[in-house]
Each structure stands twice: as C-alpha cells, then as structure tokens.
C-alpha cells in the first residue's frame, strides 16, 4: 500500500510480465492470480493459461490525483482493455497522448517500468498497453 | 425470531478533527446514544472502523471502546467489510439480537482518515478491490469510478450534467445539517469546473478525507418497551457479496451484489419499490449513486442523470435520495459512514430531521457499498 513487500510482488510476477493467469477447464474463465477454485463456476480444474497480447480499449481515464506509490508520474493514463477471450484488464496506456485516446482502438502488451521506489531503489516492472500502429 | 428496534443514535460532525483521537471521537458518539437511551449499560458492543491497524496502528477497538466507555468487561468485537462496514456491524447486531442470545447491542463506527494524507487515503479507499490488479498498476478507488463512468455515459449516450447533478443534490441537502462536513450549496457549474480527478470525474463528485464517529443503539422489543426514546423497526438487512473488481464481472456497470440485497430485502418484508419513502444510498462518488439506484432496481439504467435534474430524487421530489446530504456532503468517515446512513434515516422516520423532514414516511431504504459492491448491504427501517 504504502510500501512495495517484495515476496508480494514476486508472487504475482506471471500476470504482471506475461499477462499469465489460471484458467478453468471447464468454463473457460479467466483469472489474474492462482486459483484453488474457478469463481465462476466452482469448478476446480484450473490450468495455467496466457491472455492475448492484443485488445481493445474500452474505457481510460487520466489519473491526476494519486496514491503515494505513483505521486511522482502523474498525470498518466489507466484504461481498460478486453483481450481476445473477452476478459477485461486494467492497466496503464503509454506510447499515446491522452488526446489521442479513444475507445475501441487497439492496444497491445508492452513490458514497461511501472515505478522505481523510492526506499529500496527496486524497479518495478510490469505490463503497460500502447496502441498498435496501423 | 426476536424483533429488533433502533433505541438512539448520536453523531460528532464529519470534519477535521485534529485534536482528538479515533477513540475519543467514538466515545463521544457512543456516550450521546446511550444518554438518548437513557442506558449507562449494554450487553454487547460492536466497533466498525476500517483503517484503525494502518493509521492509527490500533487493533482490539472493541476493547478500547469499552474501556474508553468504562464498560470493559462486555462483549465487544470489530467487524470490517470495506467501506461497508458499518452495515456489516449493524448486522451483527441484529444477528444477535434476532438469536435472542443478547437484547441491547452499541453499535459504533468511527474513523480518522486526517492522521494520514490525502494521498494516503486514496490508497486506503481502494483496498475494496484487489489490489495486484488496481493499486499496485497505479489504479485506485476513483480511477475506477472514471473508468466506469466513462463507459457509462458511452453506452447511454448521455452527457455529464446528468450525472454531476448528484453532487449539487447532496450539497443542497446538506446545507441546513449540523453534522454535515460541507454544509452549503454547490451549483452544477461549479462542479464540472473543479478539478479532475480522474476524467471524467472532477474533485466535486468525490469525497474527501473526514473524521467521524456515529452510533446506534439497537435493541429487542422487550428493552424497546422499556425505553423512552423514539424507535425505528428493522424490518430487514441482507448482505450480499461480489468479485471486488468490476471489471471482472458480467457486466461492470451492474452492481449485482446490490441487485441482490436490494430485492431479497424488499420481498422479505413483502413491499413494492413504490413504497419505499426514500433511500440513503452510497456516493462516494457521483457515479456510484447512478449505478446504485440502476442496481437496485429504483431507475432504469441509463436514466440517473436525467433523475436527479429533473427535481425527482430532490428532498420535495417522489424519490428524495441522501436527505442528510449523502456521502459527498455529509461526508465519508468511512468506518462510520453506514451508521450515519441508519442515524439518518432513523432521524427521518422518527420525524427529528428539522429542515430536512419529509412528509408522509414509512420505509427507509439504506445502502451500503465496500469499493463497487464488493459487498453490499441493503437495510430497511420501518416506522412503529
Ligand atoms: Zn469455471
């Protein structure tokens, strides 16, 4: 919250670099963490899985105020993108001014710099969206 | 089943209250409803508070509060379900009460968000969703809100003035409240030019950072009889959860938890929509109060914003929503926001709401919201 606990980053490392997550055999649904149990269907045969690494956006905003750990790069751009299998992700759109932001266009998966922190100097990596050039 | 009744309430202002602690603004709150009640006694106290172990590095509230009340001895535990709650300790004070295993329950709520900063308290707002997947990107409470927003006003094709309007209503209703942390009045225009916070959402259609502390005393009807206060039935209360993050959900502009609570409450006690008198609902952001309303099934969706301009959801209109000003005006002392709601609504049908009493009340409708309906808790009071 405050401060970035590095076992908890580590731990979620497969959905921030790859966009890995669990998904359930039998529905087909997605999840972004390790899952015991699909939350859709309560089904518990789970495999591991890759989302698209292209999408649509379908809604942004521009942070202007944040929390502590993102003071330092305001204003940036968070959006909403729905990936080929229909799951939505939440991320940071970057490479695009936020005038030309519009919905529906197509982004894809970057690996960017999310933030350095300040107390250890770790650089936290982690997926970011930019859009395709047509 | 033991019927259960709201006994008294008492409330500090929602502000910034720099020179007294998250304990002492409880105690003060729990002292003025049990001197309502005329009880120096309860059997059970519950504390609701949510960010008591990070800002104040306090845990066993429960304890604290019946020690600062010179009680220690009772029964007394926190509960917590986000910004919820507040409701969610209500809850268990029905529960035990219905069970018939204890007949007075304190039910306080209290935070201190002004010991930490604005920023900070951004943060603490958006632990209602995961956070690997919205703070630790750089997304938060509000950014969702703007996300949401965004794609409400695509998919309706409406404009922004619909939905800002929620603000200048709760501003209005707060004008002539005491507790209120903002007690004026706010025109549409003044909203859409503050600040954003996140596009499309300016910094008049959020809350701020508040100091709060509200409590209620509720009771069985064999205490009730006794007691010379006024009372309010709880007819009902149902808790409902969902996925913490709504874009991981069916339809993200569909607050299902609340569909939920809303409509197995109202079958429960067997009332139409039409009946119900007027609903303290959960803005913490403008576009919350929409999707609310939407949710539970008040106003077909997409229709909010043209609602709230029309004068309908207004303290003189068929539907007045947040008559005390909500959680934009009154303010969001988050831990205590739910028992402002039930205090308010208390006030309502009790006819003590001064300016803000409307005529011809019967049902009063609360709800409560953790993040975007992580949980959602649907009460309704009922004049005796
Ligand atoms: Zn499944």
Redo the contacts between chains.
């Keep these: 919250?405050?401060v970035i606990r590095i076992p908890r980053?580590w731990r979620?490392k497969g959905?921030?670099y790859r966009l890995e997550g669990y998904r359930c055999e039998k529905c087909g649904h997605f999840h972004?963490?390790p899952r015991l149990v699909c939350?859709k269907c309560g089904s518990r045969s789970i495999r591991r899985d890759r989302l698209s690494q292209t999408g649509r956006l379908?809604?942004?905003?521009?942070?202007?105020?944040?929390?502590?750990?993102?003071?330092q790069?305001v204003p940036?751009v968070?959006?909403?993108v729905k990936m080929v299998d229909g799951s939505?992700?939440?991320?940071?759109v970057t490479d695009c001014d936020p005038e030309e932001l519009r919905?529906d266009m197509q982004v894809e998966v970057t690996l960017r710099k999310?933030?350095v922190d300040g107390e250890n100097k770790l650089i936290q990596y982690?997926y970011k969206f930019r859009p395709v050039i047509e | 089943m033991q019927k259960v009744y709201i006994a008294g309430y008492g409330l500090t202002k929602v502000g910034e209250h720099w020179d007294k602690s998250l304990e002492t603004l409880m105690a003060e709150s729990a002292l003025k409803a049990l001197d309502y009640t005329g009880l120096s006694r309860v059997d059970e106290i519950c504390v609701s508070n949510v960010y008591g172990e990070v800002l104040q590095e306090q845990l066993v509230l429960g304890s604290v509060l019946a020690e600062e009340l010179g009680v220690s001895g009772v029964p007394a535990v926190r509960v917590e379900a986000g910004a919820a709650s507040g409701a969610a300790a209500i809850r268990y004070a029905v529960n035990a009460i219905q069970s018939g295993i204890t007949n007075v329950v304190l039910v306080c709520g209290g935070e201190k968000l002004t010991d930490g900063t604005q920023e900070e308290s951004l943060s603490l707002l958006s632990m209602d969703e995961r956070y690997e997947v919205a703070g630790e990107i750089g997304s938060h409470f509000f950014s969702t809100a703007a996300l949401l927003y965004r794609m409400y006003m695509r998919r309706y094709d409406v404009k922004q003035d619909g939905i800002a309007s929620f603000s200048v209503i709760s501003h209005e209703n707060a004008s002539t409240v005491q507790h209120a942390q903002y007690p004026f009045k706010i025109g549409l225009e003044n909203v859409l030019n503050s600040p954003y916070v996140a596009e499309p959402l300016h910094r008049l259609e959020t809350t701020a950072q508040a100091d709060g502390a509200a409590a209620l005393v509720l009771c069985s009807e064999n205490i009730a009889r006794k007691l010379d206060s006024p009372k309010v039935l709880v007819s009902g209360i149902h808790l409902a959860t969902d996925f913490p993050n709504p874009f991981d959900r069916e339809d993200p502009l569909h607050i299902q938890s609340l569909a939920a609570s809303t409509s197995s409450l109202l079958s429960m006690r067997g009332i139409s929509r039409g009946e119900v008198s007027f609903i303290e609902l959960f803005d913490a952001a403008s576009i919350l109060a929409a999707l609310s309303l939407e949710s539970s099934g008040f106003i077909p969706r997409g229709k909010s914003g043209e609602a709230a301009m029309s004068g309908r959801l207004s303290l003189n209109g068929e539907l007045p929503i947040n008559t005390f000003g909500g959680l934009k005006a009154r303010g969001h002392p988050v831990g205590a926001t739910p028992i402002y709601q039930v205090a308010e609504a208390y006030l309502q049908l009790t006819r003590q709401a001064g300016k803000n009493q409307l005529d011809n009340v019967r049902f009063g409708l609360v709800e409560s919201l953790a993040g975007f309906g992580s949980s959602s808790v649907s009460i309704l009071l009922e004049e005796v």
């Design positions: 919250m405050f980053y979620s959905f921030r972004h963490s939350r379908i809604s942004y905003t521009v942070v202007k105020s944040s929390t502590p750990l993102f003071e790069y940036y968070v959006g909403v939505l992700v939440v991320g940071q919905e999310i933030r982690g």
